[in-house]
């Protein structure tokens, strides 16, 4: 039984990029294929998926991941880690591989089909084991993070957490996970393009967040969007983020409140569970290729894109327009066009955002950083106006309502 990708969206969705590597990849079984397995999925060996996989195995089968068809093998692995290809050359920054103990590797064999499974039990796929491999996970560190230093929380996931033997194999559909939250926010790149289609979006401008947005963002998403005349997609990372991020649902509902403040028609917003490992670089490439498939023509790549922050000696892991630098070398071949975009403060005395780079010695500006933004909901401080919109701060102080004295 076998997974036929699906051919690039013709007709009408010409007009919009085509996905990477030309395909886009469903690994969904037809209903009838998936239901005929049920009588033997009980008698194969099982795996029950932690966070990150679950959320890389969710990408693969909605084909959000294209030209992936699964797990990634040894020589598809030792690519990609050393230089961002897959073996057949096409580019592709991140190692999406499938890690688990020695025990679970040590009964299974080269064909052997495993049960993917959510923490629930519930059967989402199958794996056809094709590579049992031991990967240099320290190497590894060294090339996608640039770092073996655990302040990483990246390299700390990859050397502490992670499992010691890598699976590779494709896998087959049999079920979406379950989500019951936000479901009309949940897209697949199917059904992403096939709403752009409808609405008659051809030149869209991705925007990737983990973050509540505020007032600098809503300008500079709009500013980018105007920029290259193009509607703006709001595509913010659902899956797992850093330790100490706001909860994706607090983050939702003040997308949601945003999403009121931009002009009628221009935005739409639409979740993306993506588990990330803050690559800084790397992980903006990732970034793009993920939005491409799901049918962007562009893609806004701000300061410090999935930066960490700073290393265990109070240096920042990446430089500040490092990932922009990498993305414009790869223009050509990655299709999605890039916005490179400043970050943006508030000039006092002239009562408006503006990038960075047009800031002047006569300008008063501000800005308040996420870790202040944290003290002052802690200690019922004002939130200014210029700072966030009135709704998106009661959100946050529904969620994060000041300490008693």
């Known amino acids: 039984m076998s997974v036929t990708a699906l051919p690039a969206v013709t007709g009408a ?75 057949d050359g096409t580019l592709w920054p991140m190692p999406i591989t499938l890690d688990v103990e020695e025990a679970f590797s040590a009964d299974l064999s080269h064909g052997v089909e495993v049960v993917l499974r959510d923490t629930g039990g519930v059967p989402l796929a199958l794996l056809e084991v094709q590579d049992i491999y031991w990967p240099d996970r320290l190497h590894e560190a060294l090339r996608v993070f640039g770092t073996s230093d655990r302040t990483h929380p990246g390299v700390a996931e990859l050397l ?34 096939t709403w752009f289609e409808t609405n008659g979006w ?108 700073k290393d265990a000696s109070g240096k920042p892991f990446y430089g500040p327009y490092e990932a922009q630098a990498l993305l414009e070398r790869h223009q050509a071949e990655l299709g999605i066009r890039i916005v490179p975009f400043p970050a943006m403060v508030y000039a006092v005395n002239r009562d408006a955002y503006i990038p960075t780079t047009e800031v002047e010695p006569t300008d008063e500006v501000r800005d308040i950083s996420g870790t202040e933004l944290r003290q002052r909901l802690r200690e019922g401080r004002e939130i200014p106006a210029w700072f966030s919109f009135p709704d998106v701060v009661e959100i946050l102080r529904e969620r994060h309502p000041a300490k008693r004295s």
């Open 160 to 193: 502490d957490r992670t499992g010691p033997v890598y699976l590779g194999g494709r896998v087959r559909g049999l079920q979406p996970p379950a989500h019951p939250d936000f479901a009309e926010l949940r897209d697949t790149p199917r059904s992403l393009r």
């Open 13 to 87: 969705a010409d007009r919009l990029i085509a996905p990477h590597g030309g395909t886009l990849k469903e690994l969904y079984l037809p209903p009838a294929d998936a239901a005929a397995l049920d009588g033997r999925i009980g008698s194969l060996p099982s795996l029950t998926l932690n966070t990150r996989q679950l959320c890389d195995l969710e990408l693969l089968l909605s084909g959000a991941f294209s030209p992936l068809e699964g797990f990634l093998g040894r020589s598809d692995y030792n690519a990609v880690v050393q230089d961002m290809r897959l073996a």
């Open 202 to 309: 051809n030149r869209i401008v991705a925007f990737q967040t983990r973050n509540p947005m505020h007032r600098a963002h809503r300008e500079l998403t709009l500013r980018a969007a105007e920029q290259i005349d193009a509607r703006l997609l709001i595509q913010p990372s659902v899956g797992r983020t850093k330790p100490d991020d706001v909860d994706y649902f607090t983050r939702v509902r003040c997308y949601r409140a945003l999403l009121s403040h931009y002009p009628e028609g221009q935005a739409k917003l639409s979740l993306l569970p993506l588990a990330m490992r803050m690559g800084g670089p790397r992980e903006a490439m990732w970034h793009a290729i993920i939005r491409k498939n799901y049918g962007a023509s562009h893609f806004i790549v701000g300061r410090d894109h999935a930066g960490p922050g």
